[in-house]
């Protein structure tokens, strides 16, 4: 009887971009965190601009965005705790637009501990366009690398021998766990009809 690894690719598992995409998004808010506490001038660090390439940053938000990077990581395993993140990065995103737009930009309402300017809006946008991306996408008809992965695949399948179902297959070997006369080995249902 053949083995499983005959009949089966042991590749890696199809990741399904939106989870792909939770993943990025939340190592990136992680990092954004951390670094924008060196730029939100904590007490005890030197004097900083209060944005970080272009954005505004202040130790709230950036705490947000630490904690969302954390929570965001383990939602990524799963493609429904995924599509659950996306809901949180669209709200998120929304907040950050209304709070540059109303304290930043049009100045409608005091800051407080908030730093925003243009950028803050950006980042929000941003925000609701990958949160709205991670839950309205397809799942697994555009992933991205699906044609990479089968390409790795077919390339280890020729680098190691394996062309077809079998090492054996495509050689004139009979595969010694086959039986004769099952149409896909020489000696197959002619031979079996010649037996008879």
Not at 67 to 95: E, K
Not at 125 to 150: M, T
């Amino acid at each position: 009887m053949p083995t499983q690894s005959q009949h089966h690719s042991h590749g890696h598992a199809v990741f399904p971009w939106p989870q792909l995409l939770v993943v990025v998004s939340a190592f990136l808010l992680l990092l954004y965190g951390l670094l924008g506490f060196r730029y939100s001038g904590l007490p005890g660090l030197p004097a900083a601009s209060g944005e970080l390439l272009g954005i505004g940053v202040d130790p709230l938000r950036d705490l947000v965005h630490v904690v969302l990077g954390v929570v965001g990581l383990p939602c990524a395993t799963r493609l429904p705790w995924s599509r659950g993140f996306g809901v949180v990065l669209m709200v998120l995103g929304v907040a950050e637009v209304l709070l540059g737009l109303l304290t930043g930009v049009l100045r409608l309402v005091p800051a407080g501990p908030f730093v925003t300017n243009t950028g803050s809006v950006l980042m929000g946008v941003l925000l609701l366009v990958l949160g709205a991306v991670a839950v309205f996408g397809r799942a697994f008809s555009d992933a991205p690398y699906a044609g990479l992965q089968r390409g790795v695949e077919a390339a280890g399948r020729r680098m190691t021998g394996l062309s077809d179902r079998s090492a054996h297959a495509g050689t004139g070997v009979p595969d010694p766990d086959e039986p004769a006369g099952d149409g896909t080995r020489p000696g197959g249902p002619d031979a079996a009809r010649g037996a008879r």
